[in-house]
């Protein structure tokens, strides 16, 4: 007697030539649809990982008074920035001209109002580097942002 591992049955069927087609579809749509998305989540990230920036920032407090802005930063923080580094407060970006020599000590009244101290996480008796920019601003107290670094992503994956 002739022993044969698949049914008689089912070899005929995927011997005939018209279901082949029938036995070739090896996944369904929601596979593909599936494969579609983690491929354009892929490329998608291969794009940002070109285009994209990862910035080092530094937090400040920013007075504007007469025309002139000048940022508040603290002494840990001061030895990051540099002149040209750029400077966004709100919207506007400004650039780093200068940073004081020497630091101010935190005083209560005078240009150190309450709110200054509030946004820039400055104590009484702190040390503080005074950093002067280039633009205008209308008079008030800001935060800041002074970007000290900038990488590209892709940076990571090849060092």
Known sequence: MEKQIFRKKSVEKVSSPEQLNDYIRISNPSVWMTLAAIIILLAGVCVWGVLGRLETKVSAAALAESG????????????????????????????????????????????????????????????????????????????????????????????
């Open 68 to 159: 002139s802005v000048v940022c508040y930063v603290k002494e840990a923080d001061a030895e990051k920035v540099e002149g040209g580094m750029t400077v966004r407060i709100g919207e506007n970006e400004f650039t780093v001209q200068s940073v004081s020599a020497a630091p101010v000590a935190v005083e209560q009244g005078g240009k150190f109002s309450e709110y200054l101290l509030y946004v820039g996480g400055l104590q009484v008796g702190e040390w503080v580097y005074e950093v002067v920019l280039d633009g205008a601003l209308a008079d008030g107290v800001y935060g800041a942002e002074i970007v000290v670094d900038s990488v590209s992503p892709l940076s990571f994956v090849f060092n």
